[in-house]
């Protein structure tokens, strides 16, 4: 394993030691182990730069599961190393900026930075993986480890739907994802994408080649917000500001991006991708930026304005895709898109991350997030005041921030189209200008009241009487570096123009560099008096007047329906497939536990029978069977009478017993078969069960019989004879049929030459079938877990209860009753609510306790 992989895999390392970490130095905040690893890693991946502006990729692998062709692949290009250098850049200034956040006192620390471990190696695998089914793990472990991180403080209501809109939301394009990189591999033969990129246009003929390009596109706009798909976004600011500062600015959102940048080289240069690419970025960036104005809450603006964002670079990556059509000039102005996107990824992380942290900085001082409630904040916050003023400027595009250049270069890019005689832009290419200039419009509208409503004019009386403070030192130094950053990125933007923005654009866009040109990366704070700034100074002046009048005109968003948002449509889906799916249940979910036994028996007759009577070269034995000894005819005659008893046992301790008996009976059969292990093991889980049996059902209350007359059953008897007959058939084609060599050969042969050991019983248990012993031990470990956690938290309700008396000496059970909902759905384990299913028979009558 090579050191990049070891790069990769740490932060799992890590999160499984946080908890020792955190005793072994308990008076350490454990953020400050996070924010080590995250700048340890930011170090050591910059020094691989040179090598990777050289041209010199770093390609390492090993082997995962070869039989299916499936490598842990790690691939640093350019691409790759920007949105490292982000994830652990951006992680280690969270890290540091959680420390002064999040209380120790209240905050349960060491689930929060567990999870927020998994979350950077799950983004550091997925920008680093060659292998399309690894890059697909660790994509579905970011929504995973997003949806637990959103829903941290999972006792608010908002929390919890905001977690599950975003999982089920980015697990539904993660499915979609999947299919299409299945379909790739159809295509091509091959999980490994530079494998995919030397495939190259064979693959555009292939009829699966669109299907594929439109589920990966619905896996990437799922992740990246894109519209229609941004709705989980704003609900996810439900999350701590670190986190939403972390996942929700610089990283998640942006592996829908990278996956779009990342196989650019496969689909661009085709009108499909270059058509969803763009336009959907142009929807969503028009969306974002006039839905972010309406908003009051802080983290509200700032998700709409991160949707905006997100969109505006998909819009990029979709004009860069044209460069793979044109030759010579005309290929590097479409290129110069690609460096504009990659330009733009950088400084929205920048100004973004700054401002999710002072919004944080806000509500932890003020108390609040509503712009209504607040303002007059720069008198006593002013550093606060100077970050978001410089992260707002970036945001909105005004010089000499580096948002001022990368939207410049936007506006140049959406322009390029209007002379382009492809696709049939002539006739759509107004629409790139028009919709940009409109949404920069509104960017600058957002940016403006976020800093002015916030920080400018009079203060509240409910915060003037509030003792608020400047936060401290250690709140404020991530977010003012990431402002001082965005400034740095438009007056020298030179510091990262060729070492980093060039070579990530130029994995984009192979086609450009093979074609033996450079990726246009000349970035300059004045380019002269070009169109785009003519449309930059028309965004200001519109800006500027509707931000002055917006009292008068934000009334105007209340003429859209409610009803017709795509929030009411999504939980409107919601509760129409829950009816559903509780009606479809309702139908064979009756209470009876015969009847799901004979579902269970109906649908392995069914395949059973069907694959018995359909496949050639079965052939069923019935002679040659050793004899049965007269000994062995009194052991199978007492297991079959203690089998047959069972059911008429008027007591449980009967009916335990002679279970028992029949296992107990069965260790006898082993030891006269000479299987002494087997024998050894069946009376050691009969004892272990028999005892456990008892002391359990010792607790439960009195068995309750009913005298009913015997009914028979036409169903129940013909599964009951189908199955004894279907047992039998397939019994006897076991023995009359072998199509293969036994593996009792095999494990004859293997147990002493592979594993060491002479005991074929042990050592198949153990070595041959270690990993399903280990299994087996999980799922005991997890039951035991949760047994434990249910009688902790009946014993918690019991406390709670019996401290809480009423003044008439009654017992005031409102908490544990809480409690018991929270564990049973209802008021207790013996509970029947209205709404509760009563369990019944067959014939429409309660099922008698048995």
Not at 141 to 162: D, Q
Not at 229 to 244: C, G, K, Y
Not at 459 to 468: D, F, G, M, P, V
Not at 574 to 587: A, G, P
Request: neutral net charge; charged residues 15%; hydrophobic residues 50%.
């Amino acid at each position: 394993m090579s050191l990049l992989h070891l790069l990769t895999l740490s932060p799992f390392l890590i999160a499984a030691l946080i908890p020792l970490l955190g005793k072994a130095v308990p008076r350490l905040h454990k953020g400050w182990f996070v924010a080590a690893l995250s700048a340890a890693l930011f170090t050591i991946l910059l020094g691989y730069s040179a090598d990777i502006r050289g041209g010199s990729p770093v390609i390492e692998s090993f082997d995962w599961i070869p039989t299916l062709g499936i490598s842990f692949t790690v691939y640093l290009d350019g691409l790759s190393l920007l949105f490292a250098l982000l994830i652990t850049g951006m992680g280690a200034l969270v890290a540091v900026y959680s420390v002064a956040y999040m209380n120790p006192e209240e905050e349960d620390l060491t689930r929060f930075y567990i999870l927020l471990l998994i979350f950077m190696g799950a983004m550091l695998g997925l920008v680093l993986s060659d292998n399309l089914l690894t890059l697909y793990g660790f994509w579905e472990l970011t929504s995973v480890s997003s949806f637990l991180l959103i829903g941290y403080n999972h006792a608010k209501h908002r929390s919890r739907y905001g977690a599950l809109k975003s999982l089920l939301i980015t697990m539904t394009g993660g499915v979609g994802l999947l299919s299409g990189f299945i379909l790739l591999y159809v295509m091509s033969g091959t999980y490994r994408i530079r494998e995919l990129f030397e495939a190259g246009a064979p693959l555009v003929s292939e009829p699966l080649f669109l299907p594929a390009m439109l589920l990966i596109l619905l896996g990437a706009f799922t992740k990246s917000a894109q519209y229609p798909f941004h709705i989980w976004l704003p609900d996810a600011m439900e999350a701590p500001t670190p986190v939403s500062a972390y996942l929700h600015s610089a990283t998640m959102v942006k592996a829908g991006l990278y996956l779009v940048a990342r196989l650019s080289p496969i689909f661009a240069g085709t009108s499909e991708w270059f058509w969803f690419v763009s336009l959907g970025g142009l929807v969503t960036l028009l969306y974002g930026s006039v839905g972010a104005v309406k908003q009051t809450d802080l983290k509200g603006i700032l998700a709409y304005s991160t949707i905006s964002q997100l969109g505006l670079i998909m819009c990029l990556l979709g004009l860069s895709s044209l460069a793979g059509v044109f030759d010579g000039e005309e290929r590097l102005l479409y290129a110069a898109a690609g460096t504009a996107a990659v330009f733009h990824l950088l400084n929205h992380a920048a100004f973004k991350g700054a401002l999710f942290m002072v919004a944080g900085i806000v509500d932890h001082e003020a108390g609040t997030r509503d712009i209504r409630k607040l303002g007059g904040l720069v008198q006593v916050m002013p550093v606060t005041f100077t970050i978001s003023a410089f992260g707002a400027l970036s945001m909105a595009g005004l010089p000499p921030f580096g948002g001022f250049l990368s939207k410049e270069m936007f506006l140049e890019a959406v322009i390029e189209p209007l002379h382009a005689g492809i696709f049939r832009l002539e006739t759509w290419a107004l629409l790139f200008p028009v919709i940009a200039w409109i949404a920069s419009v509104f960017t600058f509208i957002y940016s403006a009241l976020l800093v002015v409503r916030t920080f400018l004019g009079r203060r509240q009386e409910a915060l003037s009487e509030a003792k608020i403070h400047e936060a401290p030192p250690l709140m404020l130094i991530p977010p003012a570096l990431l402002a001082v950053l965005a400034l740095a990125l438009g007056l020298f933007p030179g510091l990262v123009a060729y070492s980093l923005i060039r070579p990530a654009a130029e994995a984009i866009l192979p086609i450009v560099q093979a074609s033996g040109e450079r990726m246009p990366s000349d970035i300059k704070l004045w380019h002269g008096f070009t169109p785009a700034l003519w449309m930059t100074v028309g965004i200001v002046a519109t800006g500027t007047v509707l931000a002055l009048t917006a009292r008068r005109w934000i009334g105007l968003y209340s003429l859209f329906p409610p009803r017709l948002s795509i929030n009411r449509l999504y939980d409107a889906s919601l509760r129409f497939f829950e009816r559903i799916t509780v009606r479809v249940t309702s139908l064979y979910m009756n209470g009876s536990s015969r009847s799901y036994v004979k579902y269970i028996l109906g649908f392995m007759l069914l395949v059973l029978g069907f694959i018995l009577f359909n496949s050639t070269g079965i052939t069923f034995r019935v002679g040659a069977y050793a004899q049965i000894a007269p000994y062995e005819w009194f052991i199978l005659l007492g297991l079959t009478a203690s089998a047959l008893s069972v059911p008429f046992a008027k007591s449980r301790p009967v009916a335990i017993i002679l279970t028992g008996a029949a296992g107990y009976l069965m260790t006898l059969m082993f030891v006269f078969l000479r299987a002494p292990d087997l024998a050894l093991t069946q009376m050691v889980v009969e004892s272990i069960s028999v005892t456990l049996y008892l002391l359990c059902f010792y607790h439960l209350p009195k068995l309750r019989t009913e005298r009913q007359a015997a009914k028979f059953r036409l169903p129940n008897f013909l599964v009951a004879v189908a199955v004894g007959v279907l047992v039998t058939l397939i019994s006897l084609a076991v023995l009359g049929t072998n199509p293969f060599d036994p593996v009792s050969d095999y494990y004859v042969r293997e147990s002493y030459e592979s594993a060491g050991g002479k005991n074929i019983v042990n050592v198949i248990l153990v070595d041959f079938r270690g990993f399903d012993t280990m299994l087996e031990i999980m799922v005991l470990g997890v039951a035991s877990l949760g047994i434990y956690n249910m009688i902790k938290l009946r014993r918690k309700a019991t406390d709670v209860g019996s401290r809480h008396v009423t003044h008439e000496g009654e017992e005031a059970d409102d908490e544990a009753a809480r409690l018991r909902k929270a564990q049973y759905g209802h008021d207790g384990p013996d509970a029947q609510p209205e709404d509760m299913p009563q369990s019944r028979t067959e014939g429409g009558e309660p099922d008698a306790e048995r």
